[in-house]
């Protein structure tokens, strides 16, 4: 499968265009994740950091589902891979820890994402409230967080794509 990327147009409106570069930089990750074999999505970025283009994945999953399902609609959900004790349990990647779960998780909350930002207008802010400012924040401000954090862990899929097999580019 190849994961296609578009840029929103040039003249899109606020709502669209914060919209299409969230999904293009959702593309990104599933871009620089395709073709490989479980073993080098789970290879380990450099030492000691345990990150992984699989970790990135299951990290971002939980980031979806906190700020669209925790933080937005105010539904009780815990984490799919960290705990308070362990905040970087999505990074280490135990035995039969595999794509198509990860993957499969991924969607799912990108879809549950979808469907709850469908319901608010940018301006509206978030039924819930961040959990350690007590803070509630407008679908604007979620959606430029969660664009900003998939840029910055793209950054790092770059570097992690680039030296599993040399594969590079935007």
């Known amino acids: 499968m190849t994961t296609e990327r578009r840029e929103p147009a040039f003249d899109a409106?606020?709502?669209?265009?914060?919209?299409?570069?969230?999904?293009?930089?959702?593309?990104?990750?599933?871009?620089?994740?395709?073709?490989?074999?479980?073993?080098?999505?789970?290879?380990?970025?450099?030492?000691?950091?345990?990150?992984?283009?699989?970790?990135?994945?299951?990290?971002?999953?939980?980031?979806?589902?906190?700020?669209?399902?925790?933080?937005?609609?105010?539904?009780a959900v815990t984490p799919l891979y960290w705990t308070d004790e362990d905040p970087d349990a999505d990074f280490r990647l135990g035995e039969g820890v595999g794509r198509q779960e990860a993957h499969a998780n991924w969607q799912a909350e990108i879809e549950a994402a979808r469907r709850n930002a469908a319901g608010f207008a940018l301006d509206d802010l978030s039924r819930g409230r961040h959990r350690r400012s007590g803070q509630r924040m407008n679908l604007r401000w979620i959606h430029t967080h969660m664009i900003e954090e998939y840029a910055r862990h793209n950054g790092h899929a770059d570097l992690i794509r680039e030296r599993i097999d040399g594969v590079t580019g935007d």
Do not use: I
């Open 13 to 75: 409106d606020e709502r669209t265009s914060l919209e299409g570069w969230l999904e293009f930089h959702r593309r990104t990750l599933a871009m620089k994740c395709e073709g490989l074999t479980d073993a080098q999505l789970g290879t380990a970025s450099v030492e000691p950091s345990p990150m992984s283009l699989m970790g990135l994945v299951r990290h971002m999953t939980d980031v979806e589902r906190f700020w669209y399902r925790t933080v937005l609609v105010d539904e």
